[in-house]
């Protein structure tokens, strides 16, 4: 009886695994940094309504580019300014988020930003290696965003784009309930276009692997130029293009992600 038992737990794991082995792989694309270049941000809105397009709050075309997303069905993210370790956009250029804020004053702050960015679906941190490795920084961020989630009746999750090794925030979303997922490549850390077509190979195999993978790029002209070729190759390739909030989860770290490079940026 133990054996036939143990047969019928056998199938099953093998069956489930055979599924899962099945299901076409999903890859998510982010796009950092809109709201400053017109004529690479709108390259960048001509790309496929699935690529998620991340804008700063405080850039001159943050209201334009969000109701232009809106009219294309298209993702938005908050791509929220915090402290770096090397360098950053903080002040005088940027409102970052401070480290020593309440999280009150998280919450209004981040008000504000959905205010400029209508119709985010969730934040990123832009640059922020120094604050998103800051436990008690990002505690009083997460903190603020359960409250805007609460008060306004909303589900914002979070994308770590993970600029430091030793980020927090994604655990930390994740630990409060909150919907969070993590970047794997920087497409453009590089921006030459062989590193980028390496990057791009990174993306795949680990999509592959795991049954799917973030990847940020840039408002870059290589690029661009890269993801018009690409992105259009990508279904005959066996893989499905996504919005990021469909990687989005409220369960525990996949094992295996956890150990592809991370270049610090910022």
């Not at 940094?33 to 001509?46: E, P």
């Not at 700063?56 to 209201?63: K, L, N, V, W």
């Not at 290696?129 to 961020?141: H, I, K, N, W």
């Not at 993590?182 to 077509?197: E, M, N, Q």
């Amino acid at each position: 009886m133990k054996s036939l038992v143990r047969g019928s737990i056998g199938v099953t794991l093998v069956c489930l695994w055979l599924s899962l082995a099945a299901e076409t792989p999903r890859i998510a694309i982010v796009m950092d940094d809109l709201g400053y270049q017109d004529r690479l941000d709108q390259a960048i809105m001509a790309l496929d309504s699935r690529v998620t397009v991340a804008i700063i709050p405080e850039s001159p075309g943050a209201r334009r580019l969000s109701r232009q997303a809106r009219t294309q069905y298209r993702e938005v993210l908050i791509h929220l300014p915090l402290a770096g370790l090397f360098q950053d956009d903080c002040e005088p250029a940027l409102t970052c988020v401070g480290l020593d804020w309440p999280a009150e004053k998280m919450a209004l702050h981040l008000a504000d930003a959905l205010a400029r960015v209508e119709g985010a679906v969730g934040i990123n941190n832009h640059q922020g290696s120094r604050f998103t490795r800051d436990s008690e920084a990002v505690s009083m961020l997460i903190d603020g965003l359960r409250r805007i989630n609460s008060e306004q009746g909303r589900n914002l999750f979070v994308l770590d784009s993970r600029t430091a090794p030793d980020t927090v925030l994604e655990r930390k979303a994740l630990a409060a309930g909150l919907s969070a997922t993590r970047r794997h490549v920087f497409l453009d850390h590089f921006p030459d276009p062989d590193s980028i077509a390496d990057a791009w190979t990174q993306l795949l195999a680990m999509a592959r692997r795991h049954g799917y993978a973030v990847a940020i790029g840039h408002p870059r002209n290589e690029t661009l130029a890269f993801l018009e070729r690409a992105l259009p190759e990508l279904e005959g390739q066996g893989f499905e293009l996504v919005p990021v909030s469909d990687l989005a989860r409220r369960k525990t770290l996949v094992t295996g992600l956890e150990t592809p490079p991370y270049p610090v940026s910022r």
